[in-house]
């Protein structure tokens, strides 16, 4: 892989290497020329681009060959043969990249994963949102003060000034430092097996005690640390940031872009507009993409999506994110599921519990419930197996830190609790009691999953 040169300057090397930069860099001018939703309108566009060109000589975040490895793993998930757990902070601050925090979030990731392989019996391919989910999506341009509304760290301050709310381009290149210090920790985290094996890890928590009839927490960790392999993903949303992070793949057929931000990168519900320019951009990378799909989204919509983002057909190249809401997801997406399978195409099936079903506490809060989050991912299951497709995976918005944002689950988290220690910087998230609770939850459904598979191939 090498750096991508999408200035003036002529690329170096054989004919056919220049011809290939030139295309990619046409192509990557005609997406960003495209509509692009949810941007932050620098102050100064001019110092806006000279930030996006000392971006684009940094060091990638992550490896070509951890991303290849990625995409093999995902392969797996598509064919049925693997399960995706992708989870992490709403959204990172710069603050909260701390090894206490960092060590948090892996750690829960690993517990729900521990769960998961246990009851399903099948490898467990472990996404985090983490070293990059900096930027956010809003409903609206402007908060309730009359303020620009906040973007995320990448792009402005929460703090209620219109200074500290003034897109600042240059904590782009903050995010891009904390980023790779985070994807530097969780290298050497995951090369020494984290902290302790997930099995002791998961029956240290009162959720475990539960459980404990269960394989995560009958069985012996037996005290040895394993590496474990966990990548690293973010929203594909702030595009000055995306474009200056690109590489030339050239291990494929052809010359592709690959992204040294992220292992892997997902376009959001308000930004995935077929002629936008997420869309187009995501369609010039060798990275594996994600899609979040809402009820809006019609079958035939879908099917272009997958014929857009997988043209090639490439089993896991893809992964559509249902968010349907759990009083719409057995309803809204078993079409969309017929229609793209009937495509041909192995996509993962995964379901984000989490976005469907927000809502504004009386107090004022933006939370979620514990009930309606495992509902929804029921729903999910119930779907994929009337219709004998794969139920790839849960994308969940989840902290390893005992926080109240969600209501329910095992301490029964009430409307009067979430005060006490609401610290979000976005949308609410699981603590880690109920992260782990979750994982339980979707274990068995898997381990149902499983018996039905058997029993059904012994006939």
Not at 160 to 178: G, I, K, N, S
Not at 395 to 419: K, N, R, Y
Request: hydrophobic share 40%.
């Amino acid at each position: 892989m090498r750096r991508f040169h999408h200035g003036p300057a002529e690329p170096v090397g054989p004919a056919h290497t220049r011809l290939g930069d030139r295309l990619l860099a046409r192509g990557l001018s005609s997406a960003l020329a495209r509509p692009a939703a949810q941007q932050p309108r620098w102050p100064d566009p001019e110092r806006a681009s000279a930030v996006v060109e000392l971006l684009h000589r940094a060091e990638p975040i992550v490896a070509p060959h951890e991303t290849a490895r990625l995409s093999d793993r995902l392969a797996s998930v598509a064919r049925g043969e693997a399960f995706l757990l992708q989870g992490g902070d709403c959204a990172e601050t710069f603050a909260d990249n701390t090894g206490p925090h960092l060590r948090a979030n892996l750690r829960v990731l690993l517990q729900m994963a521990g769960a998961l392989a246990d009851a399903a019996g099948l490898p467990v391919v472990k996404v985090a949102r983490m070293a990059g989910q900096y930027a956010k999506p809003r409903s609206n341009a402007m908060d309730e003060l009359g303020l620009p509304v906040y973007r995320g760290d990448i792009v402005n301050s929460p703090e209620p000034t219109v200074a500290a709310r003034t897109p600042d381009p240059h904590r782009m290149l903050r995010a891009h430092t904390h980023a790779a210090r985070a994807m530097d920790l969780v290298r050497t985290l995951c090369a020494g097996g984290v902290v302790e094996p997930h099995r002791n890890l998961v029956c240290s928590l009162p959720v475990g005690a539960r459980h404990a009839g269960q394989e995560s927490c009958a069985m012996d960790g037996g005290g040895a640390t394993l590496p474990t392999e966990v990548y690293v993903s973010h929203e594909m949303l702030l595009l000055d940031y995306e474009r200056a992070g690109l590489w030339v793949d050239t291990s494929g057929p052809e010359p592709r872009l690959s992204s040294g931000l992220a292992h892997f990168l997902w376009i959001g519900e308000r930004t995935r507009q077929l002629d936008g320019a997420h869309i187009a951009l995501a369609e010039l990378l060798s990275n594996p993409i994600g899609l979040k799909i809402g009820p809006g989204v019609t079958p035939e919509q879908a099917v272009d999506y997958v014929r857009r983002l997988d043209p090639q057909g490439t089993p896991g190249r893809l992964t559509l994110v249902s968010r349907m809401g759990h009083g719409r997801v057995r309803d809204a997406l078993p079409p969309i599921v017929e229609k793209v399978t009937a495509s041909g195409h192995q996509v993962i099936w995964q379901c984000d519990p989490m976005h469907g079903n927000t809502r504004t506490s009386s107090s004022g809060y933006k939370t979620r419930h514990f009930d309606h989050v495992v509902d929804e991912i029921a729903g999910f299951f119930e779907v994929h197996r009337q219709l004998g497709t794969h139920p790839g995976g849960i994308h969940v918005e989840v902290t390893g830190e005992d926080v109240t944002e969600c209501l329910g689950g095992p301490s029964d988290i009430a409307e009067a609790d979430l005060p006490a220690r609401y610290r979000t910087a976005c949308d609410p998230r699981l603590n880690a009691e109920q992260s782990v609770e979750v994982a339980f939850s979707v274990a068995q459904m898997l381990r149902g999953q499983r018996a039905r598979t058997i029993q059904e191939r012994s006939r």
